[in-house]
């Protein structure tokens, strides 16, 4: 007989999967994003929902349920072509361009050096040109030319992993099928990552549903997943709304670098140099997870054990690249400085970036705020992280980074999701909730600086009071009441708390 909380359970995720279904077959994002961001509304709700009744799901059905909900979550994403991103189809086009035997590196998409490898799916014209997402080309006179591909004017910008990544799905494609490979790679890559949370919460107990303790792997939490009860953290990542939306439906290679970022974590606590290698490939893949690196290094206290992690990442970063300097005639990192300009990381007038600093700080003030503070992050991980725990540190650096930035494309934070699942602070999925409502309200002619300001306000007050509840319940008062309403005290267990108590 099937236990209530389980059909429960069953239940939410059924209803979670049809609201997803619906969101990525509704094609609003021009059209109606007020709209669109009430369907993403609702598949947040059914998704905590669906989390907080596994809490008390028995461990056996709990895993089966993250593993089978991951597939099927996962896979409605495959139910309508990319509906709010534009850069699969880029990623379609640098496989292509490397099968020919081109360095993606080297031209631009609109470049007429590349014109004879152009086909009508991602190059359009005439009436295939209508569409806001549809940029003009330069073609022969008398005829619209356009592009599905965003930026088609400048070089590529991913790293030379994710380009590896696109020439192999290029090579595994069979003609004709233009989106759907890069989407079923995404959905096997997320389903990918929750095979690897899951062996990681199962082997090191890192995370649950229900977390406690600081970034000291001090035992002073008391709630810190030890057991079987850590594998229902992978849902948090399994079950997440971002995951189908962005990593599958357009299809985005961040999940590769999730994957590579979270295995590394997962192997950097007994194989310093493997797990390192994994976290190098990870930041080859999308750079973003360079931040995972402070993480890596948590409570290190001796130069050589930085080293066993450090050189390893590096090496593999550089040896990823050298393959493409040496075919490459043009710069490598593409379109990065450019990328870095143009979203106003330097300029103190782009209002929608460093959007809470600005409401205590001058414009001006904002970007050498966001280096002091990373510093400190990154300086209290490495001094006071825990080894044991690299994912907490790197969960600390990562979401401080997202709270400081306010980056305003939703899929950047599919590392932070990732982390959440590790950790279990489900507080920080806020911030992955804010990137999503600036994203797709984005279109809605709304002020972007209150959008966003508004967004990560709230993210960060989650934050702020998930950390005021743990540490209420890290409290000697709440400890002792808790220890009274459960009925006689189990010396066993008193004298193993005290023990791991400094």
């Known amino acids: 007989m099937i236990a209530p909380r389980t059909l429960s359970t069953g239940l939410l995720l059924c209803a979670l999967t049809t609201a997803l279904a619906l969101t990525v077959r509704k094609d609003g994002y021009y059209s109606d994003p007020v709209g669109l961001a009430w369907w993403y509304g609702a598949c947040w709700v059914l998704f905590a929902a669906a989390v907080w009744c596994l809490r008390k799901v028995p461990v056996r059905h709990a895993v089966a349920l993250v593993l089978g909900g991951s597939v099927v979550v996962a896979a409605t994403g495959l139910l309508a072509p990319p509906r709010t991103s534009s850069d699969a189809y880029r990623y379609a086009w640098d496989g292509r361009v490397q099968a020919a035997g081109i360095s993606p ?13 152009r086909d009508p799916w991602l190059f359009p014209a005439g009436a295939g040109c209508r569409g806001p997402e549809r940029a003009r080309i330069p073609g022969p006179e008398g005829v619209v030319h356009c592009t599905r591909l965003n930026r088609p004017a400048v070089h590529t910008i991913y790293p030379p992993v994710a380009e590896g990544y696109f020439l192999l799905v290029h090579s595994l494609s069979p003609d004709g099928s233009r989106h759907k490979p890069l989407q079923a790679g995404g959905a096997l890559l997320s389903v990918g990552v929750t095979g690897a949370l899951l062996l990681v919460l199962r082997r090191r107990g890192g995370g649950s549903c229900d977390t406690g303790g600081d970034v000291r792997g001090d035992g002073t939490g008391a709630g810190t997943g030890e057991g079987s009860d850590g594998v229902r953290g992978a849902a948090y990542w399994a079950w997440c709304p971002a995951v189908p939306l962005e990593a599958v439906n357009n299809a985005h290679a961040d999940v590769l670098g999730v994957l590579l970022g979270v295995a590394g974590l997962g192997l950097v606590v007994r194989h310093r140099a493997a797990g390192g290698a994994l976290l190098g490939a990870a930041t080859a893949t999308k750079l973003l997870p360079a931040v995972l690196l402070p993480g890596a ?82 300086a209290y991980v490495l001094l006071r992280g825990d080894p044991r725990r690299p994912w907490r540190g790197a969960l600390l650096v990562t979401g401080t980074a997202f709270l400081l930035l306010t980056p305003g494309y939703s899929w950047y934070a599919l590392l932070l999701v990732a982390l959440v699942a590790l950790d279990g602070r489900w507080e920080w999925l806020g911030v992955a909730m804010a990137g999503a409502a600036k994203y797709v309200t984005g279109q809605s002619g709304g002020d972007p600086y209150v959008i966003t300001a508004t967004a990560y306000a709230i993210a960060a007050g989650a934050v702020l009071a998930g950390c005021a509840l743990r540490r209420v319940r890290r409290s000697p008062g709440h400890e002792g009441a808790a220890a009274h309403a459960s009925g006689p005290a189990d010396p066993v267990a008193d004298a193993a708390t005290r023990d791991r108590r400094p």
Do not use: F, I, K, N
Request: charged share 15%.
């Open 105 to 117: 590196y080297d031209h631009a998409p609109a470049d007429p050096a590349l014109v004879a490898l």
């Open 297 to 378: 290094l948590s409570g290190v206290r001796r130069w050589r054990d930085a080293a066993a992690v450090v050189l390893p990442a590096v090496a593999v970063v550089v040896l990823a690249y050298l393959p493409y300097v040496l075919v490459s005639e043009g710069s490598v990192l593409g379109y990065l400085t450019g990328y870095v300009e143009e979203e106003g990381y330097g300029d103190a007038s782009a209002r929608s970036r460093y959007a809470l600093l600005r409401l205590v700080l001058p414009d001006g003030w904002a970007a050498p705020a966001v280096a002091v503070l990373m510093l400190c992050a990154v």
